[in-house]
């Protein structure tokens, strides 16, 4: 394959420049100004991407594809055709599977099944025996039999030591521990955030200080433990402010921001009931400018969909009993385009740097990057094409982004030098 006239934007390299590239046996073999295609053989496919831009694959460090145990809600291969469909090429599942990922024939199964997809899916291990946070898993065996990391997430680690000797360990294997913030005994009714429009629905929702309790307490041990230490799907402007302050101490945090987190405020829950429902819930607009503005500083280093699928018929249940998450897979992109890039807030090399090479580092994945004899995974865009969501690749379909008009469509998306979706 070579693919002419794309404006190739690679923020491992700061590159942001119109060039040609080839492809060959999974791999890029060329990058220049203008590749000569008069003398390539018959069977060579000429992408022309005129007009789009042409970037590393995208790569999402939390997304849940259900299996096994809940696959009417998605599973391996729908999961895949979603994350290609929004132009990532690499994936982290969490653990909250049933049964759970904290022993070698579950992580195995999921990774000889997850090989069988067309997109890169890589597989986090429970911290804890059945996310009980008592007994530790054999992060040792997990890791060396695939697991690229270690989280509960979904549950949050209560017990202090046990977090902390979690960290240190992980630390000794390096690879990363993500932390799901949020302490019950704050929370009454979860993924609603408590404040004036929790008091308007008349229910007492989950305050801030449930997520920041714990951020503070983790912060902390992440300094001490020198882990890798992911605060997931970050909600709070305080938050923000403790992980800017304990990155500045010299800590290993990394914070997740969710598109659905620095788009929408809890005013959306008036507007689409329990679509607009998840853990941790959406916040005020104060929490969300700051989100962005952790973001365009780089405090928050990446950005995550936690795509949590439910059927329709869960989400149709009244407000307090309807599970909590959204998909997200369809439309990050997009609502990194329209939210952040569009308004000024980041650059769209900003943006790419937070779905593409950050976590590729963090993971130690050997992807992100746009470059000769890398692996040819690309997603293929044009930045300012106007598009509503509605036709999913994913089984399910629960986000409040449905028929909303969002700025910035996948056209293709390429994994190991195949083309795994395409917008024709």
């Known amino acids: 394959m070579i693919i002419k006239n794309g404006l190739v934007v690679d923020p491992a390299l700061g590159l942001s420049e119109k060039m040609d590239l080839a492809i060959e046996n999974g791999t890029i073999l060329k990058i220049e100004k203008n590749i000569d295609t008069d003398q390539v053989s018959n069977d060579t496919e000429i992408l022309d991407a005129t007009g789009l831009v042409v970037a590393p694959g995208l790569i999402d460090t939390h997304v849940h594809f259900r299996d096994p145990g809940f696959t009417y809600k998605e599973d391996l291969h729908t999961g895949a055709l979603a994350a290609a469909k929004g132009g990532f090429t690499s994936v982290i599942c969490m653990a909250n599977t049933s049964p759970v990922v904290d022993s070698l024939p579950v992580l195995k199964d999921l990774i000889d099944r997850e090989k069988n997809e067309d997109i890169r899916i890589f597989q986090a291990a429970a911290i804890s025996c059945s996310l009980k946070g008592k007994e530790a898993v054999d992060m040792e065996a997990m890791k060396n039999a695939g697991a690229c990391g270690f989280t509960d997430d979904?549950?949050?680690?209560?017990?202090?030591?046990?977090?902390?000797?979690?960290?240190?360990?992980?630390?000794?294997?390096d690879v990363p521990v993500s932390l799901h913030e949020e302490d019950p005994s704050f929370i009454q009714n979860n993924g609603i955030n408590h404040g004036a429009i929790s008091e308007k629905l008349g229910v007492y929702g989950s305050p801030s200080i449930a997520e920041e309790s714990l951020v503070a307490r983790d912060c902390l041990l992440a300094l001490r433990s020198g882990a890798d230490v992911v605060i997931q799907h970050i909600s709070s402007g305080v938050s923000v402010e403790m992980?800017?302050?304990?990155?500045?101490?010299?800590?290993?945090?990394h914070a997740e921001a969710t598109p659905h987190h620095f788009t929408l405020t809890d005013e959306a829950l008036l507007t689409y009931g329990a679509l607009a429902k998840m853990n941790p819930p959406l916040r005020t607009a104060k929490d969300r400018q700051q989100i962005?503005?952790?973001?365009?500083?780089?405090?928050?280093?990446?950005?995550?969909?936690?795509?949590?699928?439910?059927s329709m018929e869960e989400k149709n249940k009244p407000?307090?009993?309807?599970?909590?998450?959204?998909t997200?897979?369809?439309?990050?992109?997009?609502?990194?385009?329209?939210?952040?890039?569009?308004?000024g807030h980041l650059t769209l090399l900003q943006l790419l740097e937070k779905m593409t090479v950050n976590p590729a580092k963090l993971y130690h994945l050997p992807y992100g990057q746009i470059k000769?004899?890398?692996?040819?995974?690309?997603?293929?865009?044009?930045?300012?094409e106007c598009w509503k969501p509605g036709d999913y690749a994913s089984k399910s379909c629960n986000t409040p982004f449905t028929g909303q008009e969002l700025f910035g469509k996948?056209?293709?998306?390429?994994?190991g030098g195949k083309t795994v979706y395409s917008d024709k």
């Open 243 to 253: 992980v800017r302050t304990f990155k500045a101490l010299g800590a290993k945090i």
């Open 328 to 343: 997200g897979l369809e439309t990050s992109l997009a609502l990194g385009i329209t939210s952040l890039v569009r308004p």
């Open 410 to 415: 996948v056209k293709y998306t390429i994994c």
């Open 372 to 384: 000769e004899g890398a692996a040819a995974d690309l997603v293929i865009f044009d930045p300012e």
């Open 319 to 326: 407000l307090t009993e309807a599970p909590s998450g959204i």
């Open 154 to 173: 979904g549950i949050p680690l209560l017990d202090a030591d046990f977090c902390y000797r979690a960290m240190e360990h992980a630390a000794k294997l």
């Open 292 to 310: 962005i503005e952790g973001l365009a500083d780089g405090t928050i280093d990446l950005i995550a969909t936690d795509h949590a699928p439910h």
